[in-house]
């Protein structure tokens, strides 16, 4: 990855101030195991809360659909036009989502090696293209539901938006279409893709890549990563035993050390453990990407989907200190200047 | 419109030569009297002729299909790999493809004035999440059916591409994702769009306008406009009498007439039978936009999708001379300083 500064674009226009940037985890919004499937139980739950979170005061509101698509077996669009008639515009603070691909995508992109490169094969060009349907069919799935609970939804692709990267790492990233998708008071929708890569043709931009730059220049005052467990654990969660580390604290240097539970060689323990299981780019990953965002001084919650627990995190309700009965891991940067 | 010249991306790179854009009229691809239903046998037959017209050779080869999505009912995603293995890539020109909303979007934008702008109405913003979602989830559509087909195509929206206006004039519009696309060997599928606008907030950004913008920055070798009728006619089509236009020319101030059939005042009686019956921006807009394209030396065919007729049109077979036996419209300028 290079250096987040050399790829900034240079005209950001002035972005009025993000409250929260989320990601939604593949594992939390898909069905893990049955091939491109949305997990709607999940996905609506979240939505719902995100709205909560959103929009002041929203729970005594009317929920305004905002998706008037067909339903199957109807033959006419309804929209219920009185709902917007007594309707003053909430401010809603700004939020932007990002969503990984569980269960869309992986399939196509590991059978045809998009993330190796080589467009001057069939095989990767149809997969390419292969991958990039199925991740925008997740983004559309996932603008319909947001939008059904009155949140005014995006879809951005990063490859159109054009993110594109360098040996892999990302190269350039025009945040404008972001930044002015927000100031004109919707949510932009962003999501794992296949993009172009100069060194190798292309390859695939991870969610958690995204979420790091989209951070580094939207400032936002909290991020939060919603998973289909806990939070991070020392070891493998479906282990007896596994712990839930509950507070992380980042160094300047961006190295990393569990404060909560306190427990001696508890950080190079987990290390080892994930190492162990984890090839290709699971909780490690998460917890480097999530480091690299605690040392902007920017919290962040690692929480499962659909729960109390994450509710309260994209509430904001946790920012100040962490309640007991939360469940879920904080990544905090640590200024060892103010000690 | 502004000048064109006054919205030209800075640094557009080299883009190889573009043979042909394609404008695939709403009305042929959905199904004008249901709601958000794509016309999927014309989609069919349209893809089918893309496909020959742009791959040198292909009638003899086994379509090698991109879309692996899973199909309704199926558990597993089946994409034959044994394909890809004795197939070389054929080098197919390069075709950029435009598409109308026909029965998506349209009742979303009409419902909420989107075009009229006005962001700060609640209803105006959600009526924006809606047309994107109803157009984008026919652009998805239709890059599955060309994929299926076995062209490496890919959605671009309008949006997430930057475009947008200044009291609905275009504004500005960055071509260098569409222009990479190409050079990576993609077929990119754009279509009309919700965009933001500069002063009044947002507004509806037409195929039509999309297409002239791509064809000057691109200069194909010719543009292509599938309809629902043969081509122009004198009056609207549906009148008994109604003449069939096979060519037009155009001057260098933008004026056409007609040259063939060769019929006195044709011109004026064109002008005002359209005007009678054509508000929202039928056939008057579109030798009006047509006209604007032929101005910059590239020959424009007007042509029913899914016809012989069509199908010559998009392999450049008429561009030499129109044969007695084909049915369409081409429009032409005609530069008075060689005569």
Same mark, same amino acid.
């Given at each position: 990855?290079?250096?987040?500064?050399?790829?900034?674009?240079?005209?950001?226009?002035?972005?009025?101030?993000?409250?929260?940037?989320?990601?939604?985890?593949?594992?939390?919004?898909?069905?893990?195991? =049955?091939?491109?499937?949305?997990?709607?139980?999940?996905?609506?739950?979240?939505?719902?809360?995100?709205?909560?979170?959103?929009?002041?005061?929203?729970?005594?509101?009317?929920?305004?659909?905002?998706?008037?698509?067909?339903?199957?077996?109807?033959?006419?669009?309804?929209?219920?036009?009185?709902?917007?008639?007594?309707?003053?515009?909430?401010?809603?603070?700004?939020?932007?989502?990002?969503? $990984?691909?569980?269960?869309?995508?992986?399939?196509?992109?590991?059978?045809?090696?998009?993330?190796?490169?080589?467009?001057?094969?069939?095989?990767?060009?149809?997969?390419?293209? /292969?991958?990039?349907?199925?991740?925008?069919?997740? @983004?559309? #799935?996932?603008?319909?539901?947001?939008?059904?609970?009155?949140?005014?939804?995006?879809?951005?692709?990063?490859?159109?938006?054009?993110?594109?990267?360098?040996?892999?790492?990302?190269?350039?990233?025009?945040?404008?279409?972001?930044?002015?998708?927000?100031?004109?008071?919707?949510?932009?929708?962003?999501?794992?893709?296949?993009?172009?890569?100069?060194?190798?043709?292309?390859?695939?931009?991870?969610?958690?890549?995204?979420?790091?730059?989209?951070? /580094?220049?939207?400032?936002?005052?909290?991020?939060?990563?919603?998973?289909?467990?806990?939070?991070?654990?020392?070891?493998?969660?479906? #282990?007896?035993?596994?712990?839930?580390?509950? =507070?992380?604290?980042? @160094?300047?240097? $961006?190295?990393?050390?569990?404060?909560?539970?306190?427990?001696?060689?508890? @950080?190079?323990?987990?290390?080892?453990?994930?190492?162990?299981?984890?090839?290709? $780019?699971?909780?490690?990953?998460?917890?480097?990407?999530?480091?690299?965002?605690?040392?902007? $001084?920017?919290?962040?919650?690692?929480?499962?989907?659909?729960?109390?627990?994450?509710?309260?995190?994209?509430?904001?309700?946790?920012?100040?200190?962490?309640?007991?009965?939360?469940?879920?891991?904080?990544?905090?940067?640590?200024?060892?200047?103010?000690?």
């Amino acid at each position: 990855m290079e250096d987040s500064t050399r790829t900034a674009p240079l005209n950001l226009p002035k972005t009025k101030p993000i409250r929260c940037i989320v990601k939604l985890g593949g594992a939390a919004i898909t069905c893990k195991n =049955e091939l491109e499937k949305v997990n709607e139980e999940n996905l609506e739950i979240v939505s719902s809360q995100l709205r909560q979170a959103m929009i002041t005061g929203s729970g005594s509101q009317k929920v305004i659909g905002m998706d008037w698509s067909k339903r199957p077996g109807k033959s006419e669009i309804s929209c219920e036009m009185d709902n917007f008639e007594d309707q003053t515009l909430m401010d809603s603070s700004s939020f932007v989502v990002v969503h $990984g691909a569980g269960s869309f995508g992986h399939f196509q992109a590991s059978k045809s090696g998009v993330h190796k490169g080589g467009l001057h094969k069939l095989l990767v060009r149809a997969g390419f293209v /292969a991958t990039r349907i199925s991740v925008t069919t997740l @983004n559309l #799935e996932i603008v319909r539901v947001l939008a059904r609970e009155g949140i005014p939804s995006i879809g951005m692709s990063p490859f159109s938006c054009g993110w594109s990267t360098s040996e892999r790492n990302l190269k350039s990233a025009d945040l404008s279409m972001v930044a002015k998708a927000i100031d004109s008071g919707f949510v932009p929708v962003l999501h794992g893709d296949a993009v172009l890569d100069v060194l190798q043709g292309c390859t695939i931009l991870s969610g958690d890549v995204i979420i790091r730059h989209l951070a /580094a220049y939207l400032k936002p005052e909290y991020v939060v990563f919603l998973t289909d467990v806990l939070g991070v654990y020392d070891r493998p969660p479906s #282990e007896p035993n596994a712990v839930l580390l509950r =507070e992380i604290a980042v @160094n300047e240097d $961006g190295s990393w050390y569990v404060v909560k539970p306190a427990r001696q060689d508890m @950080n190079k323990q987990v290390e080892i453990t994930v190492a162990a299981h984890d090839t290709t $780019g699971g909780m490690e990953t998460k917890i480097s990407e999530a480091a690299m965002i605690a040392k902007l $001084g920017i919290d962040v919650y690692i929480v499962k989907a659909a729960t109390s627990h994450s509710l309260r995190a994209l509430s904001g309700e946790v920012r100040s200190s962490i309640p007991d009965d939360w469940l879920g891991t904080v990544i905090r940067f640590v200024d060892k200047r103010n000690c």
